[in-house]
């Protein structure tokens, strides 16, 4: 198995309702450490930049106005297969369709307030990172 990093996000609707914690322990009991973690509130450039391979998408303004209504959580985690790993305790981005256990079956609002972000690979985890972390941010 391969040692991965990988971007996860506490979207508002998780931050907003003191689930942090929470989530994080789901992260930690399967396996993945946090190793490097900031609470911000994203700008409407910083929200259109991060998830402007949706620009083309309808509902691209909803996400944006989403992502900045409240605070959010910038977190990196680290294990063997983190990406693969993170999604899965994540769920389906639909929590009707996420299995039980899994983040979003727990604590989404619906498919848009689905409390948690997560890189969908290898390569978009290292763009992910580094568009909210300095490699010196990150403490093995």
């Given at each position: ?62 996400l944006v106005d989403f992502m900045i209504s409240g605070p959010v959580v910038a977190q990196v985690l680290r ?33 848009e307030a689905n409390s948690v972000h997560g890189s969908d690979s290898l390569e978009n985890a290292r763009s ?13």
């Amino acid at each position: 198995m391969a040692i991965e990093n990988t971007l996860s996000i506490i979207k508002p609707d998780a931050t907003k309702r003191n689930l942090t914690g929470l989530i994080n322990a789901k992260f930690e009991k399967a396996g993945l450490k946090i190793i490097a973690q900031k609470r911000l509130q994203l700008s409407r450039s910083m929200a259109e930049k991060f998830y402007q391979i949706h620009k083309d998408r309808p509902f691209f303004k909803d996400l944006v106005d989403f992502m900045i209504s409240g605070p959010v959580v910038a977190q990196v985690l680290r294990g063997d297969n983190a990406v693969f790993l993170n999604r899965t305790i994540m769920g389906a981005t639909n929590p009707e369709e996420a299995e039980n256990g899994t983040i979003r079956k727990e604590f989404a609002e619906s498919i848009e307030a689905n409390s948690v972000h997560g890189s969908d690979s290898l390569e978009n985890a290292r763009s992910e990172i580094s568009f909210f972390f300095a490699y010196i941010e990150l403490v093995n």
